[in-house]
């Protein structure tokens, strides 16, 4: 059974090109292109293609925002990004719009038709470069990313304050609230961290750098 495909890119020269390349391999059929993005949505919708390759940079809707209506109306379809951006921000822009491969237009014939046959199968597939990039993120320190996400805000300041070593009246007065509103909060700060009291909830919170201000 073929794979199915189709091409959303706003360069023509593009799209005829992997038509081109697609048609040279038995196995892989062109069954639409598409322009736009909103073109590349409606295509995915209408002929449920086994793959959507996608360029970032296009017109109406960005790429990005088509990886991401697609994922909304038709799941089944993997969008396998094709593009020039290697910038951080397009790459994990687009997995987490749903992208289920990434592939920079510089690589080589084979490995476009090997991203394809690999996304079509339910696989994840990115270029060398993006793979790298993604590891050295994912493995690297999150300066942006709050200690104890897992809290709401508010959930947050109580936790501070608790490994500043104020107790529930202190915390009450300090933040405006009702004392029986911090009892709530540390509840379910506890919940949240898996801890059996005060005491241990205040060793992770210092842990984390939290109670110093």
Not at 17 to 30: D, K, N
């Amino acid at each position: 059974m073929n794979v199915r495909i189709v091409v959303a890119d706003d360069h023509g020269i593009v799209r005829e090109g992997l038509g081109a390349l697609l048609s040279a391999h038995h196995g892989y059929e062109l069954v639409g292109t598409a322009a736009t993005g909103a073109e590349a949505v409606r295509a995915a919708v209408t002929l449920r293609p086994d793959v959507l390759v996608m360029d970032i940079q296009m017109p109406d809707l960005t790429g990005i925002e088509a990886t991401r209506e697609i994922a909304k109306a038709a799941p089944e379809v993997a969008v396998l990004m094709l593009t020039m951006f290697d910038d951080d921000e397009s790459v994990f822009a687009a997995m987490r719009a749903g992208a289920r491969g990434y592939v920079l237009k510089g690589a080589a014939p084979d490995n476009v038709i090997r991203a394809i046959a690999a996304v079509s199968a339910g696989e994840a597939i990115f270029g060398p470069g993006v793979a790298r990039r993604a590891l050295s993120y994912l493995s690297g320190p999150r300066p942006d990313q709050p200690a104890f996400p897992e809290l709401t805000p508010r959930e947050r300041e109580v936790l501070d304050l608790i490994a500043s070593g104020l107790g529930n009246a202190a915390i009450a007065g300090r933040l405006g609230l009702a004392p029986a509103t911090v009892g709530n909060h540390i509840t379910n700060i506890f919940a949240k961290l898996q801890v059996a009291g005060r005491a241990e909830a205040i060793i992770r919170a210092r842990t984390a750098g939290l109670g110093e201000g």
